[in-house]
T-cell receptor, first 112, second 113 residues
Framework: RKEVEQDPGPFNVPEGATVAFNCTYSNSASQSFFWYRQDCRKEPKLLMS???SGNEDGRFTAQLNRASQYISLLIRDSKLSDSATYLCVVNGGSSNTGKLIFGQGTTLQVKP | DAGVIQSPRHEVTEMGQEVTLRCKPISGHDYLFWYRQTMMRGLELLIY????????DSGMPEDRFSAKMPNASFSTLKIQPSEPRDSAVYFC???????????FGSGTQLSVL
């Protein structure tokens, strides 16, 4: 089983749609969670951190479910510029906190 | 700050040759990571350093790969000898703490013929 798993997609949605991505992780001791965005042929960039209580940043909402070991990202009112690959990132657990493991990524294509 | 700087941006080499990738982290960052990205396997962590000391190199594929961080402002990833299956984008990233966000360099596109 991979340490961090994501549905690769692609998710094809029209502008204005709401889309949600899930990510599961295998190490129950993981403590840090992030969503990164990667545009084609570019480096990944931090989209948002994920906190236990859930957090929101404009049209983006991240949730953490420790019991089920999954993280979600919700994008409301999709824009063409949201088209990218979204990467779930989890740290390696209490014994290896500095190790950040990336999921394979979920590709989103927003269509006019 | 200039961000994380990697060189070269592109490297084309022949099988069997030695390849050296270079990285300059953001000043003041004490964590440095080397990742490799391919279509098949996504982003894989190869090795990471804390205060110039390698902490976890379990992702280094085999003995042909080696990484060093002689000081806080420079790291290298070396492949010797290189093979076609090493073709990938290699990213270096740095952070200011073990739970802080990563800043990535622009990557090195490596093609081994």
């Amino acid at each position: 089983r991979k340490e961090v798993e994501q549905d690769p997609g692609p998710f094809n949605v029209p502008e204005g749609a709401t889309v949600a991505f899930n990510c599961t992780y295998s190490n129950s001791a993981s403590q840090s969670f992030f969503w990164y965005r990667q545009d084609c042929r570019k480096e990944p960039k931090l989209l948002m951190s994920v906190y236990s209580s859930g957090n929101e940043d404009g049209r983006f909402t991240a949730q953490l479910n420790r019991a089920s070991q999954y993280i979600s990202l919700l994008i409301r009112d999709s824009k063409l510029s949201d088209s990218a690959t979204y990467l779930c990132v989890v740290n390696g657990g209490s014994s290896n906190t500095g190790k950040l493991i990336f999921g394979q990524g979920t590709t989103l294509q927003v269509k006019p | 700050d200039a961000g994380v700087i990697q060189s070269p941006r592109h490297e084309v080499t022949e099988m069997g040759q030695e390849v050296t990738l270079r990285c300059k982290p953001i000043s003041g960052h004490d964590y440095l990571f080397w990742y490799r990205q391919t279509m098949m396997r996504g982003l894989e962590l190869l090795i990471y350093f804390n205060n110039n000391v390698p902490i976890d190199d379990s992702g280094m594929p085999e003995d042909r790969f080696s990484a060093k961080m002689p000081n806080a402002s420079f790291s290298t990833l070396k492949i010797q000898p290189s093979e076609p299956r090493d073709s990938a984008v290699y990213f270096c990233a740095s952070s200011s703490g073990q739970r802080e966000k990563l800043f990535f360099g622009s990557g090195t596109q490596l093609s081994v013929l």
